[in-house]
Structures are given as C-alpha cells and as structure tokens.
T-cell receptor, first 113, second 112 residues
Framework: DVKVTQSSRYLVKRTGEKVFLECVQD?????MFWYRQDPGLGLRLIYF???????EKGDIPEGYSVSREKKERFSLILESASTNQTSMYLC????????????FGAGTRLSVL | EDQVTQSPEALRLQEGESSSLNCSYT??????LFWYRQDPGKGPEFLFT???AGEEKEKERLKATLTKKESFLHITAPKPEDSATYLC?????????????FGKGTKLSVKP
C-alpha cells in the first residue's frame, strides 16, 4: 500500500512565525503535491514537484515556498505565517503524470493565531 | 476554463436507500476522472479512476460510471459507514500540466 506521511496532524503557530510542514512517501513516486482545503473552497493546489529539486507553482502559491531535496520528501514552508493561512494542508504523491492517481496523507490542521 | 461541479452538495439517506452522486465536468480533453472518499479530519482516499466514456468500475456498494459530460457514483443499499464526503476530480490533456481539478464534494450522511 502507498503510504504518505505528514509529520504533524495538528499545529498551532503565531503570526509571523516560519512554519515547516513535512511530507514523506514510501513508494518511490515521481510527483508530489501540496494542497490546502477550506470549507466551501475545496482543494486548491499550492505547489507541486515532478522531480527532485524541481518545483512548480500551483493555483495559490503566494505566501508559500517548497523544497524537494530528496525524492521521497516534499516540504511546504510558510515564510511568515498569517491568520489567513489557517487551514487543512494535504500532501499527495503520484507515480506518474500520465495516469495521475494521487495518494494523500492524513493532513495537517494548521492554526495561525 | 476546465471546471468540475458536484451535486448535490449534501445528501442524507436512510440505510438501504440507494442513490447517485453527480460530477459534471467541462474540460478541453479528458485524460481521466477520479473519485475519492474523505472522512472528517482525514485525507482523501482514492476509490476509482475512469478513462473513457462508457467505462464502469465497482467496489462493494459503490459503482462509478462515465459519460462524455459527467460521472455518477451510484451507492447501492448504503450503510452508515458509507457516510463521508465524496470528491470528484478530473485530469485534462494539455493545460494545467496534467494536474487534477477537484470538485467541492458531496457530503453523504447515511442514517441507520
């Protein structure tokens, strides 16, 4: 079974803090993704990566950056957390882009106070 | 613009009462359509993928079908444990680099 592990289920941070969300997959998948999910807005793509050290902006990259130094790990960084970044963050991975079946982690519920 | 619309937003059923969820889509060319199940506070769980009109997939009480404009997720004789939010997503050829475009989901509640 594919396993996507997010380092934290719940996080509480203060405005202005630098926040790291970590994601690890164990199936040698090429692609990794970061989404945020908000009520009424659905899943929105923040950043994605098709290869090590490669990153592409999704639909809402502002205020976020990412890092993929190793194939299995994809990190989301909030440089200076703001209250409007309070959300559920979901990491996903997929084997290939042609049949882009994405497998998700359990999510990180981030609250920025 | 590629778009995915799910209906209804919420559906309440009695145990054993069969029904269908709808996912209509507008894309330049459909590469694949995906169904996910999401329980509260958890990440989406992959259910099915469909690639061409007329294709059907089944898993326990769930059956997904695909036409050129929409997909249905049929739930036969549902049980309370089927309660969840069901998400539909499409992958289009060309634009958006093959990324998935998600609908907002249908929240299903099955009462005993």
């Amino acid at each position: 079974d594919v396993k996507v592990t997010q380092s934290s289920r719940y996080l509480v941070k203060r405005t202005g803090e630098k926040v790291f969300l970590e994601c690890v997959q164990d199936m040698d998948h090429e692609n990794m993704f970061w989404y945020r999910q908000d009520p009424g807005l659905g899943l929105r793509l923040i950043y994605f990566s098709y290869d090590v050290k490669m990153k592409e902006k999704g639909d809402i990259p502002e205020g976020y950056s990412v890092s993929r130094e190793k194939k299995e790990r994809f990190s989301l960084i909030l440089e200076s957390a703001s209250t409007n970044q309070t959300s559920m963050y979901l990491c996903a991975s997929s084997l290939e882009s042609i049949k882009n079946i994405q497998y998700f982690g359990a999510g990180t519920r981030l609250s920025v106070l | 613009e590629d778009q995915v619309t799910q209906s209804p937003e919420a559906l309440r059923l009695q145990e054993g009462e069969s029904s269908s969820l709808n996912c209509s889509y507008t894309v330049s060319g459909l590469r694949g359509l995906f169904w996910y199940r999401q329980d509260p506070g958890k990440g989406p769980e992959f259910l099915f993928t469909l690639y061409s009109a007329g294709e059907e997939k089944e898993k326990e009480r769930l059956k997904a079908t695909l036409t050129k404009k929409e997909s249905f997720l049929h739930i036969t004789a549902p049980k309370p444990e089927d309660s969840a939010t069901y998400l539909c997503a499409v992958q289009a050829y060309g634009g958006s680099q093959g990324n998935l475009i998600f609908g907002k989901g249908t929240k299903l509640s099955v009462k005993p």
